[in-house]
């Protein structure tokens, strides 16, 4: 079992910046790929980011391409989403998640544990 808390979330406004983090805990952190998705109201979730196990490779929605960075510290246990010039759009509750297949997969099928969401409100 993994547990996954995220934090850092809550309001700015439009152009500013936040950066979430997810401390995980229980099996070794490093095995796995990180992900981060997003749950807009009255939408579905929706892949953000994701993380191999090694850091060494990232991969990113379009819409946040350029804006979002995803990083991690395995000796922290961590992983980080940092978001740049935040839209309106962007708010959302902000879901980590971890893989066991270790890459930075853009399917929540593929996901086997996910944290509790935090939530990420941008006023215009």
């Known amino acids: 079992q993994v547990q996954l808390v995220e934090s850092g979330g809550g309001l700015v406004q439009a152009g500013g910046s936040l950066r979430l983090s997810c401390v995980a805990s229980?099996?070794?952190?490093?095995?796995?790929?990180m992900g981060w998705f997003r749950q807009a109201p009255g939408k579905e979730r929706e892949f953000q980011a994701a993380?191999?196990?090694?850091?060494?490779?990232?991969d990113y929605a379009d819409s946040v391409k350029g804006r979002f960075t995803i990083s991690r510290d395995n000796a922290k246990n961590t992983v980080y989403l940092q978001m740049n010039s935040l839209k309106p759009e962007d708010t959302a509750v902000y879901y980590c998640?971890?893989?066991?297949?270790?890459?930075?997969?853009?399917?929540?099928?593929?996901?086997?544990?996910w944290g509790q969401g935090t939530q990420v409100t941008v006023s215009s």
């Open positions: 998640a971890a893989n066991s297949y270790g890459s930075s997969r853009r399917n929540q099928a593929d996901y086997d544990y």
């Open positions: 229980g099996r070794t952190f490093s095995y796995y790929g």
């Open positions: 993380i191999t196990w090694s850091g060494g490779s990232t």
